[in-house]
Nanobody
Framework: QVQLVESGGGLVQAGGSLRLSCAAS????????MGWFRQAPGKERESVAAISSWSGYVTYYTDSVKGRFTISRDNVKNTVYLQMNSLKPEDTAVYYCAATRAAISSTNPRADMDYWGKGTLVTVSS
C-alpha cells in the first residue's frame, strides 16, 4: 500500500511558477513509476507528466506542457516533483499524484495507476 500526499498548489498569476510535491509513504517508492494528472472543471482528467521508477530516466509530458513543466523524483526523500513554469490560465486544475508498478512510456500516457493522492488545486489568474 502506498499513500500519496500532494502539496504546493495555490494561486499564481499567468507567467508565474509553482512547484508541486508529492510525498509517498513506504520503503518501496523507488520501485514505482510516478505520474502527475490534472482535472479542470467540467473536463476529464488528463495525464500531465510521468517518470519511470528507480533513476527516472524515462519521462512523459503531454504536449501542452512540454518545455514548461519538469517532473523529477528524489528516492531518498520519497518525493516526486512537478516544476511548473510559464503558467497559463488553462493550467488551472486540481493536480493529482499517482503511482504505478507498470512501466512508464515516453510517448503513451498511463491512466490505470495503482495509487492516487487526493489532489492539490492550482489556480492561474490572467
Amino acid at each position: 500500500q502506498v499513500q500519496l500526499v500532494e502539496s504546493g498548489g495555490g494561486l499564481v498569476q499567468a507567467g508565474g511558477s509553482l512547484r508541486l510535491s508529492c510525498a509517498a509513504s513506504g520503503r518501496t517508492f523507488s520501485t514505482y513509476g510516478m505520474g502527475w494528472f490534472r482535472q479542470a472543471p467540467g473536463k476529464e482528467r488528463e495525464s500531465v507528466a510521468a517518470i519511470s521508477s528507480w533513476s527516472g530516466y524515462v519521462t512523459y509530458y503531454t504536449d501542452s506542457v512540454k518545455g514548461r513543466f519538469t517532473i523529477s523524483r528524489d528516492n531518498v526523500k520519497n518525493t516526486v516533483y512537478l516544476q511548473m513554469n510559464s503558467l497559463k490560465p488553462e493550467d488551472t486544475a486540481v493536480y493529482y499524484c499517482a503511482a504505478t508498478r507498470a512501466a512508464i512510456s515516453s510517448t503513451n500516457p498511463r491512466a490505470d495507476m495503482d495509487y492516487w493522492g487526493k489532489g492539490t488545486l492550482v489556480t492561474v489568474s490572467s
